[in-house]
């Protein structure tokens, strides 16, 4: 499979591992990984999330988990060829059994949320069945440090659900940004983050497409130091 390049780093592809995506893009951008200093990712698939991470945070050191050997291998990969390779580690793990003392300022997870797929990538990538929602909110809520950030994006349908499993794990809604496909449609996904403060909801929109095939404004400026745009 062609590698997706980007201007920092090049993402080599896997047809057993699911790809560069839009989703994987705007969480990479989007994410507060500011003040973070320690980053999970849950579910590397390629390496995308924490790669764009590490460009955005200079200083932040990275650790990648994917219960997917053939992810687990790509993300090293990709890690070990891009500039920033000393601060990214990865490894073949399920975050179900995933222990460790150390706390981390910022996770984050483009996570499983297909109930039915008809690809063996898929159903690992995208089903519930390997990593639900509340053991992804229940395990990330015991490894956030004090002030830690929890990111995921997910669809839209399922945002009052896991805003409620977060409750109950006292894991408090921060921002909600509302991603649009297209100018003047419903919202598809939503970028939700988390943290053990209650705060006042940040609350925004984003719009990838202006038009059919027609990057917004607001997506281009977003993405400006990731993508090759011809």
């Known amino acids: 499979m062609k590698p997706f390049t980007f201007k920092q780093f090049t993402i080599e592809q896997s047809k057993d ?6 989703d994987g893009v705007l969480l990479g951008a989007l994410a507060d990984v500011d003040d973070a200093s320690s980053v999970l990712e849950v579910g590397t698939g390629t390496g995308l999330i924490s790669l764009m991470l590490a460009q955005r945070n200079l200083q932040a050191y990275f650790l990648g988990l994917d219960i997917n050997e053939d992810a ?12 920033f390779h000393a601060r990214l580690k990865n490894r073949h793990q399920d975050f179900k059994t995933f222990v460790t003392e ?17 690809s063996e990538k898929d159903k690992i990538a995208r089903q519930t069945v390997e990593l639900n929602f509340r053991q992804l909110i229940t395990n990330a809520a015991q490894l956030l440090s004090e ?19 977060g409750k109950e794990n006292r894991l408090f809604l921060n921002r909600r940004v509302s991603i649009k496909g297209i100018q003047n449609s419903n ?28 990057y917004s404004d607001q997506y281009l400026e977003l993405t400006k130091e990731f993508h090759v745009f011809k």
């Open 102 to 118: 150390e706390r981390f300022d910022l996770i984050v997870s483009n996570p499983p949320y297909f109930e039915e797929s008809g």
């Open 147 to 165: 002030n830690g950030i929890f990111s995921v994006i997910i669809p839209v349908e399922a945002g009052e659900v896991f805003i409620s499993i």
């Open 17 to 22: 591992v699911f790809r560069v995506g839009t």
């Open 72 to 83: 687990e291998a790509l993300t090293k990969l990709n890690f070990e060829n891009a500039p």
């Open 187 to 214: 919202a598809k996904r939503l970028i939700l983050e988390f943290s053990s403060q209650k705060k006042e909801i940040n609350e925004s929109e984003f719009i990838i497409e202006k038009s059919p095939r027609q």
